[in-house]
């Protein structure tokens, strides 16, 4: 079983409409979830943190998590082109007292006009 | 904005040379981090540093890789013997705690 999960897309929306991104996580022990943003050839950008079960929102941006699920998600409010971009989910894994990020394949979304 | 940077940009090396891929992370973070991303393929761990030195590493970095932090600001990874198949983007990031993870620009390594 893969530590995190993400369908690879592509997921394509039309501009305006929601985007829905899922993960899904492997290590009941994990304590913190991200979603970073990765256009082609760039680095990962940080969006979104979440720590505790529920919603959280910035902007267009909702992270939820449930973990008794183990699933975390993260919802995109009226798409925008500029949306269009590989997002990752990482979980932070405690390790030996030490924490690491593991991150999912990623899922590819594409917004057309 | 304090920002995680990487030196240099673009590294091109022949196949059995040996590499260092440099990192300034940010000033007051305490937890320093190599991740590689292959080309279409996902970002996989390498490797974490804490309190100087390594906290956790990955199948992946073996005895060809080290990492090391020699003057209180930058964080280097060496690639011993460098081979084809090590060809990737090498990013670094840093966080303060249990937090988030900033990530640098990455350094696309190319071994030919």
């Known amino acids: 079983q893969k530590e995190v999960e993400q369908n690879s897309g592509p997921l394509s929306v039309p501009e305006g409409a929601i985007a829905s991104l899922n993960c899904t996580y492997s290590d009941r022990g994990s304590q913190s979830f991200f979603w970073y943003r990765q256009y082609s050839g760039k680095s990962p950008e940080l969006i979104m943190s979440?720590?505790?079960?529920g919603d959280k929102e910035d902007g267009r941006f909702t992270a939820q998590l449930n973990k008794a699920s183990q699933y975390v998600s993260l919802l995109i409010r009226d798409s925008q082109p500029s949306d269009s971009a590989t997002y990752l989910c990482a979980v932070n894994k405690v390790a030996g007292g030490y924490n690491k990020l593991i991150f999912g394949a990623g899922t590819r979304l594409a917004v057309h006009p | 904005e304090p920002e995680v940077t990487q030196t240099p940009s673009h590294q091109v090396t022949q196949m059995g040379q040996e590499v260092i891929l440099r990192c300034v992370p940010i000033s007051n973070h305490l937890y320093f981090y190599w991740y590689r991303q292959i080309l279409g393929q996902k970002v996989e761990f390498l490797v974490s540093f804490y309190n100087n030195e390594i906290s956790e590493k990955s199948e992946i970095f073996d005895d060809q890789f080290s990492v090391e932090r020699p003057d209180g600001s930058n964080f280097t990874l060496k690639i011993r013997s460098t081979k084809l198949e090590d060809s990737a983007m090498y990013f670094c990031?840093?966080?303060?705690?249990?937090?988030?993870?900033?990530f640098g620009q990455g350094t696309r390594l190319t071994v030919v």
């Open positions: 979440i720590y505790s079960n």
């Open positions: 990031a840093s966080s303060g705690s249990y937090t988030e993870a900033f």
